[in-house]
């Protein structure tokens, strides 16, 4: 049983910049595939992006590509999200989730956090 959980969230103007973490536990890190969704209110969730267990493939949703990069740090079991230029379309409590196999859909995903809170004014 893998434990996921995020911080970093918060508000920043538009153009700003976050970094998201997701630090894991109970489990092999290294051996699973590493995503970010997220949820907007009254919107569905969505991919944002995803790793895969040993880094060395990514994965982009067209709408944050070259903004967002995801990356991980085995020996810390931590996987990362940093967001540059923001908008505030980005605003959504973004979650972190593991899973075994490498992909887009959530619903493949095994474990999740609880989520953080990003609020990119404008």
């Known amino acids: 049983q893998v434990q996921l959980v995020e911080s970093g969230g918060g508000l920043v103007q538009a153009g700003g910049s976050l970094r998201l973490s997701c630090a894991a536990s109970g489990g092999a890190f290294s051996s699973y595939a590493m995503g970010w969704f997220r949820q907007a209110p009254g919107k569905e969730r969505e991919f944002v992006a995803a790793i895969s267990w040993r880094g060395r493939s990514t994965d982009y949703a067209d709408s944050v590509r070259g903004r967002f990069i995801i990356f991980r740090d085995n020996a810390k079991n931590t996987v990362y999200l940093q967001m540059n230029s923001l908008k505030p379309e980005d605003t959504a409590v973004y979650y972190c989730?593991?899973?075994?196999?490498?992909?887009?859909?959530?619903?493949?995903?095994?474990?999740w956090g609880q989520g953080t809170q990003v609020t990119v004014s404008s």
């Open positions: 989730a593991a899973d075994r196999q490498y992909g887009r859909d959530s619903q493949d995903y095994d474990y």
